[in-house]
């Protein structure tokens, strides 16, 4: 099994820094081989001028090649970094990580079914905020809202299964006697990673949504936000 | 009145380029002394690297001078383009934008209350998307659930008072015989952007948020999403 690990942080003894390479090793034990995308180490130039160009074509190959793509970042104002948002503008480019119509079939390879379907999906962020207020009745919004446009609007969009956010809070006091947690927990997770069950947002198929891309009257019915999007568990 | 626009398009001959500078002169009519920033011209470099520079300070005396902040841009993958994001993450800096304790309260200051407050923000934003795919139950989900990080996140957690997003569907379809209704909606928006109710995002306030920043029990009881941070109206 091959993983992408991509990363976004300034600074080489940053918390980030830190995961970043215990998660590399952690993959490793299990036998995964890793690609990696450091794109500060890279110095990525994440500003969308026009199409294509041998950094883009490199970065679309190591996604083609991974069965899993982590991408990892601290939360700048509930986003990623734009060096890494402008990975995404950048190499997920139409006829490669999507199509509005594909010619074979006539039909929007979108939203469950992209150029990057069969692939699997983890975000890694750590965060300022305290636990709950990244919780469901937090100030700052669920992690999963906030995160709405990369792991629906992205990563789904593009047929990747999205695994829910492994999210580390209070990320800046985390300090010697707390790291060995942090890492636990990292480990854990990666362990399972191929295995555990993805979020399951709802497929763009007839049987989901309407003409106009809405759900339909009998889906969800009555709902609205993002959570409406899901298959009922 | 004095407004910043900020724009972020890579095409001079764009629609976003074309709502620009109409926006311009639209508000140039109404009275407001305009200032620009119109990031791809300026060749802004978005990558946080370290704190501060002079280009840095020039973009925060033109927000410290501005009642008015406008964020113009395409919706590339459900979220702004990296430039702007980076325009996002180096100018709004802590003791500048928020910070997390006001020597002076002993407070953070944040949500409502940051060194933004008093400024209006008007998110103009262009997609592909048809109508009902970003709205309350559109695949994409709802224009205000994927802006929530920039709206709440960003806009009204420095303090600012997000209005609603004006939001341009079906982009790439807006031709010679359309784009006058768009310039005709665009120019309505703006005569009364100094007087349009905002967005009613409850401020962080005891009354509101208890000592982990989550919803006190009582305040939009039993719900959650992101719709439980708003005044009910």
Redesign the interface.
């Known amino acids: 099994m091959k993983a992408l690990w991509v990363s976004a942080h ?1 600074d080489r003894g940053s918390l980030n820094c830190h995961l970043h390479q215990f998660g590399v090793r952690a993959l490793h034990a299990e036998g995964w081989q890793v690609t990696e995308s450091d794109l ?1 180490a890279m110095d990525w130039d ?5 199409e294509g160009g041998a950094d883009v074509e490199t970065e679309q190959r190591k996604l083609a090649d991974a069965d899993l793509v982590v991408l990892q970042f601290p939360l ?8 890494m ?2 990975w ?2 950048r190499v ?1 480019e139409r006829g490669f990580a999507y199509d509005v119509m594909d010619p074979a079939t006539g039909r929007a390879r979108k ?1 469950g079914d992209g150029g990057l379907v069969g692939r699997r999906a983890l975000t890694i962020v750590t965060a300022g ?5 990244l ?8 992690i999963e ?2 995160l ?3 792991l ?3 990563l789904w ?1 593009t047929g990747m299964s999205a695994l829910r956010p492994h999210l580390i809070t209070q990320a800046r006091d985390v300090n010697a006697s707390t790291i060995e947690g942090v890492e636990r927990e990292l480990a854990d997770r990666l362990r399972s990673v191929a295995d555990e069950e993805p979020i399951g947002f709802l497929p ?1 198929d007839e049987e989901f ?1 309407d003409h ?4 339909c009257e009998g889906v ?1 019915p009555g ?7 899901r298959f009922v568990t």
Do not use: C, Q
């Open positions: 300034p500060y994440p500003v969308l001028r026009e700048w104002w509930y986003g990623m970094p734009a060096i948002k402008g995404i503008d997920f939203y905020d305290r636990p709950g207020s919780g469901p009745r937090g100030i700052s919004g669920d809202d906030v709405w446009p990369t629906h609007g992205t969009y763009l949504y106009s891309i809405r759900l969800s709902l609205t936000g993002n959570a409406a999007h």
